[in-house]
């Protein structure tokens, strides 16, 4: 039961911090408004995410 977990806690984290340098990343370029960048962050907070190509969508249909 331990490993399971210890597997999924470090899923989630190598996952959660690289969504959020991806959006730190578009936020530094100019790319991203405060107010969605806000949004993106509490979704990632929330685990809505499963991948970047995901997040990718998500701003894509956010930025219309």
């Keep these: 039961n331990k490993p399971y977990i ?37 979704e990632i907070r929330a685990h809505i995410f499963k991948s970047k190509a995901h997040i990718k969508e998500r701003i894509a249909h956010l930025q219309k």
């Design 6 to 42: 210890l597997k999924s806690l470090l899923y989630y984290m190598i996952l959660t911090r690289k969504l959020r340098a991806y959006l730190f990343e578009l936020r530094n370029q100019n790319k991203l408004s405060p107010e969605i960048y806000s949004t993106l962050r509490k």
